[in-house]
């Protein structure tokens, strides 16, 4: 059969090929393109070209299409008219200004020989033909990655993705390439599997699936699938978008570590063990802790064993150890573990040493030292009870204490290796001793039936009681480490003959000073300026008695009896007025603080107290 066809085909070719010589020999030569492309939907224009001498208009064209071997009418063309128009063409058909014929709505079974035949009346002059392309660009190819990932340990070789592109002509090929390079099948390891099928519109649709086993590298690789199609004679490419697939693989390595750094971990914070394994999907952990008697204890309780958190919270000296991850991989069962060595940095067991042991006198001397237990080398520091920092060294000299200075000392001992590590320990260095007044109001300047405070303020410890003999309001008030009293009293008779006392007392003794008032009218005397007028007649006063003195003592003179300097000096002697001032007792000489305090009290220097006291004894 097939030969049969074959030299039929032969024999009218030969019988074309005669035909076209007598045509040529008739002097027409028809001219058209090899080829023609059109998109389908799309509008194919073909030219027939000739030239005829003389009157044209008695040319005919006529129009045939090449089906299988034979020639089918297409149209007849007369003057600028379409006539005899074959049906499966109808509506189709149309004539350019140059008699080229346009074929519209262009459709896949037009892909064919076309056939432009010149002739007069039955005379064929000439004769040449075109080969119709058609084509159909493909749709940009769609992948879809494999939903279910791949896993690297997977026997058969797993799925990557699919890739589809539809209604092309002709069919494209599809390749596929992973990280921009193109994969080839390979024998067990990568196969690509495609197929083609024709839509009802003659189209095709090209599908393939990209099958590959898979490393773990892979978990990060793109793959994309490209469709290849000619345009025109030329090869064109289409490209998909890039995807990327979920890749299983077992871990290979587990790293444990301690969160912050272990250097700087002290009691008190919170750490967390961070377990991590590189396989996907995450595995199962769980944490262990070996004991003192070398057995593991497990922890993953307290563990989220899907995360691989550990979380200790406020940890101590205890916490300290080595801590164990152990991973399971669900899918092959295998185990992995890695140790961590927690340490716990801690400063214990401050104390403070006092030498000597309380209870301690006024100006006694202290030294305080301070001890800790720690692993790290520690520094030391001595605050006050403000906070203030006082010294540094494990070791306080505290000297000629007072009530003044005593005080709650801390001893702060920090490790400079461990930034926060640091503890302390309060001491009270409390001095004792019995109540000491460091300020009265004596003397006081009154008037009768006024209403005044007489004010006393001692310091002490243990804290004192104040009393008075006089009846009385009294307001005790603290001021840092004073107390002090306020006796609202009115001045009466009996209380500017007596004064008054304050008794200040406490469980190691009593102190006690007398409060003298004097009658405002004395102050005035001593007091109150002098105004000009007095002071003028004082001079005149002075200079009289200076000019009565010069006198005597030129009378005297005169006579040669001038008496002996003794019996002056015995005039100087103290005025019985003045001692009687002079009503306050301070017995201890070391208190500068309240000589000073009292100075302001009395107006009178305590060293010139003290004097006159011994010049008093000395005298009795
Ligand atoms: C057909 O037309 C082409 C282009 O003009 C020309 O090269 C060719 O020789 C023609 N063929 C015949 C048989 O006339
Ligand atoms: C061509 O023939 C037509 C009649 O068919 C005539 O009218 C016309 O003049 C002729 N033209 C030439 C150039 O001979
Ligand atoms: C498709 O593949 C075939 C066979 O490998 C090849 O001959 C053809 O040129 C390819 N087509 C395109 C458009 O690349
Ligand atoms: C693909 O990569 C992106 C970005 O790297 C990532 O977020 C996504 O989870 C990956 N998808 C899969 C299926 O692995
Ligand atoms: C240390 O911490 C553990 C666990 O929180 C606790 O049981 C233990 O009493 C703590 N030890 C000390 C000395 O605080
Ligand atoms: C302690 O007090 C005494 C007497 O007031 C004084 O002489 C001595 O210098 C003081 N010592 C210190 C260390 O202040
Ligand atoms: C000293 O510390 C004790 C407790 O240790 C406290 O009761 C007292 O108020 C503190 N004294 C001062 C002055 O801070
Ligand atoms: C106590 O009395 C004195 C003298 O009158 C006065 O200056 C002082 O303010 C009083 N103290 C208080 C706390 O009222
Ligand atoms: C006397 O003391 C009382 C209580 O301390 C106080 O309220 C009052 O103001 C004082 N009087 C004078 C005159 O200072
Ligand atoms: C104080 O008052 C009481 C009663 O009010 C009285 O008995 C007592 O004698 C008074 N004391 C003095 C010192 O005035």
Known sequence: MAGGRRAAGLALRWGCCLLLCCAAASSLEVSMPAVVEAEIGGTAR??????????????????????????????????????????????????????????????????????????????????????????????????????????????????????????????????????????????????????LTRESSGLYTVSSTLFAHVTREDRNSLFHCSVHYWLRGQRRTADSRRVNITVFYPAEHVKLQVVPSSALVKEGDDVQLVCEADGNPAPVFSFFKRGLDDIWHDLSSLADTNSGVLNLHDVNKSSSGLYRCQTLDLDDMRQLEKDVELVVNYIEGVRVKMEPPSPLQEGDSVRLSCNAHSPLSLDYQWRDEKGRKVAEGNQLFLSNLTFETSSNFSCKVMAPSVPGLEQSKQVAVAVQGKPRIVAISSPLYVRQDEVVNLTCKAIAFPRPSVHWNVNGTAHEYVENQHIASNLTVRVNHDLLRAGAMCRVSNALGVSEKHIQLLVESIRKDQKIPQSKGVIIVAIIVCILV??????????????????????????????????????????????????GLLQGANGEKRSAADQSEKYIDLRN
């Open 546 to 595: 200076v000019a009565v003195l010069g006198a005597v003592i030129y009378f005297l003179h005169k006579k040669g009896k001038i008496p002996c300097g003794r019996a002056g000096k015995q005039d100087i002697t103290r005025p019985e007025a003045h001692k009687d001032k002079i009503v306050v007792e301070v017995k201890s000489d070391k208190l500068s603080e309240e000589a």
């Open 46 to 195: 073909i030219e027939c070209n000739f030239y005829t001498p003389g009157n044209g208009s008695y040319t005919s064209i006529s129009w045939f299409y090449m089906d299988r071997n034979n020639r089918v009418r297409l149209c007849r063309i007369a003057g600028s008219e379409i006539l005899e128009e074959n049906v499966d063409y109808k509506g189709r058909l149309s004539l350019g200004e140059d008699q080229a014929l346009s074929i519209s709505k262009v459709t896949v079974q037009d892909a064919r020989t076309f056939v432009c035949q010149v002739g007069e009346g039955s005379h064929i002059m000439g004769e040449n033909q075109t080969r119709l392309h058609v084509y159909k660009v493909p749709e940009a190819p769609e992948i879809v990655p494999s939903s279910g990932g791949a896993s690297v340990q997977s026997s058969e070789i797993p799925e990557i993705a699919r890739c589809v592109s539809r209604n092309s002509f002709p069919p494209p090929n599809i390749t596929w390439h992973k990280n921009g390079e193109q994969l080839q099948p390979e024998d067990n390891m990568v196969k690509m599997p495609f197929t």
